[in-house]
């Protein structure tokens, strides 16, 4: 201990940091519109390459380079989307779509975050299950398919089936590892306070592994949407892949690209939304 | 270096304190209360999962810690120090012996004991206050009569200001106080403390180790401290037993510190003989490491 005496003075809080990015020296003193553009540099440049790419699309299709019954144009794609987004057929679809997608997912993070949270906390659970999990993950769900086919028949029931073996595996690989690296010193602290194993995951355990949770939650958007549109391709009588999948054998490339666009939106919003409750639980990090 | 060497005449009481301390059916301070900590005995053991080896921490302890102390536990490190402050609070189990917090045996971690850890270890979703109030809000305490206690030890820990805050916008000085507030606030019968100023720079480490013994003197707070700082155990505890060297730590010597508890830590630097306990301590430490157990 070093002799400070009477020293009264409280050490002061540290500077609130921003939370992200990091201070870059410039060359030369930036004018309003360089500012501008550097505040807006990926957006500016992810968008050019969007609009680069339509428009080469655009130009092979029109100056007929391929043939643009198989390829379409951007045009031809929006007049169809369009088009398909009027009709009744699309309500019907979306909905059938969007419910096998939601019961699936629903199923998937229900019971991967209960799986996952086992295995991260009990050696014995993990040991268990670990041979059969990464057997089913490694192998190819999509293969499965005409398996579905043989339980649950043509339907509903087979996609959502696709969907939780699609979406089921990131959940419960991300909650595992989430768990898994919880700060052991922070379960110590909690186990000193004599709490209930309830407790722990409540306070701990779940607050400790979220953002990892929530990681596999977004990872499951994107393959569980690959479960729905294949079940569909597959096995479907409705819905926005078994739509794609007729315009495919009718030559209808613009429909099977709208179709494409539209499922695509599906899973920005789906991602977005989940980017907002990210946000929400991760505020004390921004505080 | 020995410790003959650091003993300089007007230690004579020091030794004679430390001749009754050492004889086993001498009272063990000066206060009346009771015991609050009996450890009789006591051996622990753990099997080191990364080395795949048996290892004897503690071979056998015995000492109490009186009602209203501070008894500070030093020795080298690898001693086994922090292990047994983690039986005490019944994180870990011990193989032999007894260990009895307030006349009961520990079984497991229990509410009466409340340890303070080396890093802060505040969770760092719940903001200043909620930390604080965690042991209360496990434990069931009633929001209310919940909410008024950790107001009144934030202000008594000088955190007030900060309630709302969350952990990484405080200074690492201000989180150590929360751990320590956190603790506190549950009234615990003994409070266990683990090297808590280690993490903090030396300023901050003399200005908390001030703010402990304020807030102990107006709390009455039993406290055992683990320590491997010589100067740290002198200055804050009334009394401090020094461990030989692990593995099979064993209780070296215990004695008291005659520098007057609620002294404040200038005036017991000043104190002529400061200088000599932390000789003498030194020099029993510098023994202690030699042992071969």
Redesign the interface.
């Known amino acids: ?7 009264t003075t ?5 500077a ?1 940091k921003a939370p992200v990015g990091r201070d870059l020296a410039v060359d030369s003193p930036m004018s309003p519109w360089q500012l501008r553009y550097r505040r807006h540099e990926s957006t500016i440049l992810g968008t050019t390459c969007l609009i680069l790419a339509l428009v080469a699309w655009q130009v092979v299709s029109d100056t007929k380079i391929v043939n643009p019954l198989f390829v379409s144009s951007p045009t031809n794609v929006a007049k169809a989307l369009a088009d398909y987004v009027t009709s009744e057929g699309f309500a019907k679809d979306a909905k059938a779509t969007a419910f096998t997608f939601l019961i699936g997912l629903g199923l998937s993070t229900g019971a991967g975050i209960l799986l996952g949270l086992a295995m991260g906390w009990s050696r014995r659970t993990r040991y268990f299950f670990n041979y059969l999990v990464s057997i089913v993950y490694s192998s190819p769900r999509i293969a499965i398919v005409p398996v579905l086919i043989l339980w649950f028949g043509i339907g509903r029931e087979t996609g959502i089936a696709m969907v939780f073996l699609m979406a089921v595996f990131p959940v419960v690989i991300n909650t595992m590892t989430g768990v898994q690296t919880v ?1 052991p ?2 379960v ?8 209930s194993r309830f ?1 722990m995951f409540r ?2 355990i779940v ?1 400790a592994a979220l953002p990892q949770m929530l990681a596999g939650i977004r990872l499951a958007i994107g393959v569980g949407l690959v479960g729905v549109v294949v079940a569909e391709f597959l096995a479907g009588t409705v819905g926005l892949g078994y739509t794609m999948q007729t315009a495919a054998q009718n030559f209808e490339a613009a429909q099977l690209f709208a179709g494409l666009v539209i499922i695509s939106a599906f899973g920005l919003i789906a991602t977005q939304l989940l980017r907002l409750l990210e946000r929400h ?1 991760e505020r ?2 921004t ?1 | 270096m020995t410790s003959d060497q650091y003993l300089p005449s007007e230690s004579g009481e020091i030794m004679s304190a430390l001749a009754a301390r050492q004889s086993k059916e001498a009272p063990v301070s000066r206060s009346a209360h009771e015991t609050k900590l009996e450890v009789d005995d006591v051996a622990i053991g753990y099997y080191s999962e990364r080395q795949g080896s048996y290892f004897q921490a503690v071979q056998s302890l015995s000492f109490t810690v009186p009602g209203e102390s501070l008894v500070a536990l030093i020795g080298p490190s690898g001693c086994g120090k922090s292990t047994f402050l983690r039986a005490v609070s019944g994180l870990l189990p011990y193989q032999r012996g007894r260990l009895l917090v307030d006349n009961s045996l520990v079984k497991g971690p229990r509410s009466d004991c409340a340890l303070v850890f080396q890093s802060p270890t505040l969770l760092p979703w719940r903001t200043v206050s909620r930390n604080i109030g965690y042991g209360l809000e496990m434990q069931g305490t009633p929001k209310g009569v919940r909410e008024s206690r950790v107001h009144d030890m934030m202000n008594l820990v000088g955190l007030e200001a900060f309630a709302d805050r969350y952990p990484r916008q405080l200074s690492g000085g201000m989180q150590q106080r929360a751990n320590l507030a956190r603790a506190l606030v549950t009234e615990p019968v003994l409070l266990l403390l683990d090297e808590p100023f280690s993490a903090v720079d030396a300023q901050t480490r003399d200005h908390l180790g001030e703010e402990l013994l304020r807030i102990r003197r107006a709390t009455r707070q039993t406290m055992l401290l683990v320590t491997h700082q010589v100067e740290e155990a002198i200055l804050l505890a009334d009394s401090c037993v020094v461990l030989s060297k692990g593995p099979g730590s064993v209780v070296a010597e215990i004695f008291d510190i005659p520098l007057g508890r609620d002294q404040p830590i200038v005036e017991k630097r000043a104190d002529p003989r400061f200088a000599s306990l932390v000789g003498h301590l030194r020099g029993l430490l510098a023994s202690a490491s030699s042992v071969e157990a």
């Open positions: 201990m070093s002799t400070l005496p009477n020293q409280k050490e002061a809080p540290p609130v700060d010193s922070l110590e602290m909690a186990r000193s306070f004599k709490v407790q306070t701990v607050p639980f004390w990090r505080a």
